[in-house]
């Protein structure tokens, strides 16, 4: 398989669970990122990983941590979500330091309803 | 800081319409400009580039060309279909700045 996996493509979750999503890239990047997508607002982005470290958090609440345990693979860990966190989650890779002229590769997000 | 602005939608056209959605930006240096497009219930997709000014980039019969003295890098398409109903994103690069999107609606 190729380019870039997000699972689950669906999820339901009440404000008291703990869930992750998942986020894997064939494509031999070495750059991952978490962007949020909410409607009528413009993307967000969360979190940047150049080469397993974490080099950017955009002021994300602490309910969302992220996890990069190698450069092929980014979670997302969640807990105790408010219903304003639903949204689309979207993963995206690319070659780090090459990033200005090729742009990334997205996965297909997971939408995400926090009840 | 860099930025980008597009024109606000929805945009709804009708099929073989031709196509303009405006992309004005604001930065320091000479970044690569993109535009993304996302269909329903999918993630974004690169659609075209042009990492220098006066670089046209192309692709599924939409254009845009890097003009560094308008700052702009509008999308265009001589006739859009049914098909091409979407959002689209202008961004610019290195890190990756989005506009707000642009929803296309192509009625038959």
């Known amino acids: 398989e190729t380019g870039v996996t997000q699972t689950p493509r669906h999820l339901v979750m009440g404000m008291t669970n703990k869930k992750s999503l998942k986020c894997e890239q064939h494509?031999?990047?070495?750059?991952m990122y978490w962007y949020k997508q909410s409607a009528k607002k413009p993307l967000e982005l969360m979190f940047v990983y150049n080469f397993k470290e974490q080099t950017e958090n955009n002021s994300v609440p602490s309910r969302f941590s992220p996890e990069c345990p190698n450069s092929s693979h980014l979670f997302l860990h969640l807990h105790t979500l408010q219903p304003e966190d639903s949204a689309l989650y979207l993963c995206a890779s690319s070659q780090a330091g090459r990033q200005g002229g090729y742009g990334y590769t997205f996965g297909s997000g997971t939408r995400l309803t926090v009840v | 800081g860099n930025s980008v602005t597009q024109m606000e939608g929805p945009v709804t056209l009708s099929e073989e319409a031709f196509l303009t959605i405006n992309c004005t930006y604001t930065a320091t240096g000479y970044p690569s400009l993109f535009w993304y497009v996302q269909y329903p219930g999918e993630g974004l997709q690169l659609l075209l580039k042009a990492t220098k000014a006066d670089d046209k980039g192309s692709n599924k019969g939409f254009e845009a060309t890097y003009r560094k003295e308008t700052t702009s890098f509008h999308l265009e398409k001589g006739s859009v279909q049914v098909s091409d109903s979407a959002v689209y994103f202008c961004a610019l690069g290195g890190k990756l700045i989005f506009g707000q999107g642009t929803e296309l609606s192509v009625k038959p």
């Open positions: 494509l031999g990047h070495n750059a």
